[in-house]
């Protein structure tokens, strides 16, 4: 079966400091994707970045950036320079297929000003 | 572009009512989705659509219909309320079976 372990519940930091998500996941596949949600109180869900797993490189986008290591099955966020409007839960999400997005628990990240 | 729209915000029912969640989007998006989101949890996929007349079951589809007659629009209808199905609802779209894209949620509380 397909999992996504998100083991921080909440994280809280002060504005400007770093952060890093953790997040494990289980899949016997070969080819997927790898996102990570966030959801304001808004409950909009915002994708944040995205990794294909073929590709070594980790992603990046401006003050985000992922750790990905495969043979590990870890994929972890780190939030940079971090913003009071990057409070919200964080959501790590497996895509395997055409339909089948499996999300972590999640992790509430509440940035203190 | 509006994106993936959703229809109502908010709405309460009362058991064994019935009612239709509706989800449009505007991109010409073959993939349609929708989810639950129970307090404090992560999304589960009721069902999904990849393209115009198909449909298929997700991880969660007991109580749950769908119908999928145009490339826009794919509603979710609720049969016999229950109480369980107090969720959070989320229409999702995307056209490459890669990034999703979300409408804004319904709140659906069932009394």
């Known amino acids: 079966a397909q999992t996504v372990t998100q083991s921080q519940p909440e994280m809280s930091v002060q504005e400007a400091e770093t952060v890093t998500l953790s997040c494990t996941y289980d899949t016997s596949e070969s080819n997927y994707y790898l996102f990570w949600y966030k959801q304001p109180p808004s409950r909009q869900m915002i994708l944040v970045i995205r990794?294909?797993?073929?590709?070594?490189q980790n992603a990046t986008e401006n003050r985000f950036s992922v750790n990905f290591q495969k043979a590990a099955k870890s994929f972890s966020l780190k939030i940079s320079d971090s913003q009071l409007g990057d409070t919200a839960m964080y959501f790590c999400?497996?895509?395997?297929?055409?339909?089948?997005?499996?999300f972590g628990q999640g992790t509430r990240l509440t940035i203190n000003p | 572009n509006a994106g993936v729209t959703q229809t109502p915000k908010f709405r309460i029912l009362k058991i064994g009512q019935s009612m239709t969640l509706q989800c449009t989007q505007d991109m010409n998006h073959n993939y349609m989705y929708w989810y639950r989101q129970d307090p404090g949890m992560g999304l589960k996929l009721i069902y999904y659509?990849?393209?115009?007349?198909?449909?298929d079951k997700g991880e969660v589809p007991n109580g749950y219909n769908v119908s999928r007659s145009t490339t826009e629009d794919f509603p979710l209808r609720l049969e016999l309320a229950a109480p369980s199905q107090t969720s959070v609802y989320f229409c999702?779209?995307?056209?490459?079976?890669?990034?999703?894209?979300f409408g804004p949620g319904t709140r659906l509380l069932v009394l």
């Open positions: 999400v497996l895509l395997q297929g055409a339909q089948k997005l499996v």
């Open positions: 659509s990849v393209g115009a007349g198909i449909t």
């Open positions: 999702a779209s995307t056209p490459n079976q890669e990034t999703q894209y």
């Open positions: 990794q294909e797993a073929y590709k070594q």
